[in-house]
């Protein structure tokens, strides 16, 4: 299994912006659907968005399309999460996660993810 590794979090005010890293021991020997999730107190723990390392293609949910950007640096296996345009409804404590190497990229499903970081909180004020 991989290792994952988040940093980043922080508190904002409204309107700012965050960049998450996950660092993944195994990136650079496989393709890897690698995402990100979060969970807010109370609530279930939803997709942000994804990211396939072999290929580069992203999805992302509706709720922070045009405002979250995944992105990956190859040569140090890492994986971003940029959060622009922050809202108070963004708090959450944030998770990277990877699904088996060379699984497919087309869906969010927790159990489909076997390796998890350790999550980094994440806070948004009015």
């Known amino acids: 299994q991989a290792q994952l590794i988040e940093s980043g979090g922080g508190s904002v005010q409204a309107g700012g912006s965050l960049r998450l890293s996950c660092s993944h021991s195994g990136a650079k020997y496989y393709g890897y659907c690698m995402a990100w999730f979060r969970q807010a107190p109370g609530k279930e723990r939803e997709g942000v968005g994804s990211i396939y390392t072999g290929g580069g293609s992203t999805r992302y949910a509706d709720s922070v399309n045009g405002r979250f950007t995944i992105s990956q640096d190859k040569a140090n296996n890492t994986v971003y999460l940029q959060m622009n345009s922050l809202k108070p409804e963004d708090t959450a404590m944030y998770y990277c996660?990877?699904?088996?190497?060379?699984?497919?990229?087309?869906?969010?499903?927790?159990?489909?993810?076997?390796?998890w970081g350790q999550g980094t909180q994440v806070t948004v004020s009015p």
């Open positions: 996660a990877a699904k088996p190497p060379n699984w497919s990229c087309t869906g969010l499903e927790i159990s489909d993810f076997r390796d």
